[in-house]
């Protein structure tokens, strides 16, 4: 089970994991926290009915990780448009984002949350044993899910990763490249989110 999640009787996976593991992950999704922020809006008001009507941003985000995380909703598929085409996508983009970046932001936050939270109950259960057994129920596991594949494409972005050609250069970094140590944390994080999602497969 080191470094692979399995399912567990009636639903949910488990996964163990060694402190440093721990650490990194945990590290990790509060960076991811800090970067999707609390959201338009959200230090505004303490009204949940006003909240529910808070329209969204209606520009993609200039950190690129942020673009990554929110990309435009309309593009053209078959390459650039012309500027008929480019400026209706636009607008497209910009009306879907103001109705739903906010909801996006949210759903991204709880599931960095749920990493924490359930990290941060493992931490306490295991003081001083070095590690120990991960396990989540399936709506947890969804969690998760979410929360690494924003992870990875986090560290993608940063690493300019657009293929599957960039990820094979990566595998023959040299040990003294500075890139080397998030390569790994990439390769690492992918290994749990593809023997993770095999758990949620019926």
Same mark, same amino acid.
């Given at each position: 089970? !080191?470094?692979?999640?399995? !399912?567990?009787?009636?639903?949910?996976?488990?996964?163990? %994991?060694?402190?440093?593991?721990?650490?990194?992950?945990?590290?990790?999704?509060?960076?991811?926290?800090?970067?999707?922020?609390?959201? !338009?809006?959200?230090?505004?008001? *303490?009204?949940?009915?006003? +909240?529910?009507?808070?329209?969204?941003?209606?520009?993609?985000?200039?950190? !690129?990780?942020?673009?990554? %995380?929110?990309? *435009?909703?309309? =593009?053209?598929?078959?390459?650039?448009?012309?500027?008929?085409?480019?400026?209706?996508?636009?607008?497209?983009?910009?009306?879907?984002?103001?109705?739903?970046?906010?909801?996006?932001?949210?759903?991204?936050?709880?599931?960095?949350?749920?990493?924490?939270?359930?990290?941060?109950?493992?931490?306490?259960?295991?003081?001083?044993?070095?590690?120990?057994?991960?396990?989540?129920?399936?709506?947890? =596991?969804?969690?998760?899910?979410?929360?690494?594949?924003?992870?990875?494409?986090?560290?993608? =972005?940063?690493?300019?990763?657009?293929?599957?050609?960039?990820? +094979?250069?990566?595998?023959?970094?040299?040990?003294?490249?500075?890139?080397?140590?998030?390569?790994?944390?990439?390769?690492? %994080?992918?290994?749990?989110?593809?023997?993770?999602? =095999?758990?949620?497969?019926?």
């Amino acid at each position: 089970m !080191p470094g692979t999640f399995e !399912p567990l009787p009636g639903g949910g996976a488990a996964v163990a %994991l060694d402190d440093v593991e721990i650490s990194i992950i945990r590290s990790l999704a509060v960076q991811l926290l800090e970067l999707i922020g609390p959201g !338009p809006g959200a230090e505004t008001s *303490d009204d949940p009915l006003a +909240e529910l009507f808070t329209d969204g941003p209606s520009e993609p985000p200039a950190d !690129p990780v942020l673009r990554r %995380l929110f990309p *435009d909703a309309y =593009s053209d598929p078959e390459g650039t448009p012309g500027p008929e085409q480019a400026e209706e996508q636009r607008a497209y983009s910009a009306e879907f984002r103001r109705y739903t970046e906010n909801d996006l932001r949210a759903g991204k936050r709880e599931n960095a949350l749920a990493v924490i939270r359930t990290l941060d109950g493992l931490s306490a259960e295991s003081a001083g044993d070095g590690g120990a057994v991960l396990k989540l129920d399936p709506d947890e =596991s969804r969690q998760w899910l979410g929360a690494l594949n924003d992870l990875r494409l986090a560290i993608g =972005s940063r690493l300019d990763i657009t293929d599957e050609d960039d990820t +094979e250069l990566l595998y023959r970094l040299p040990d003294e490249d500075p890139r080397k140590p998030m390569v790994m944390a990439y390769l690492w %994080l992918g290994g749990l989110q593809e023997t993770l999602v =095999s758990t949620l497969m019926p």
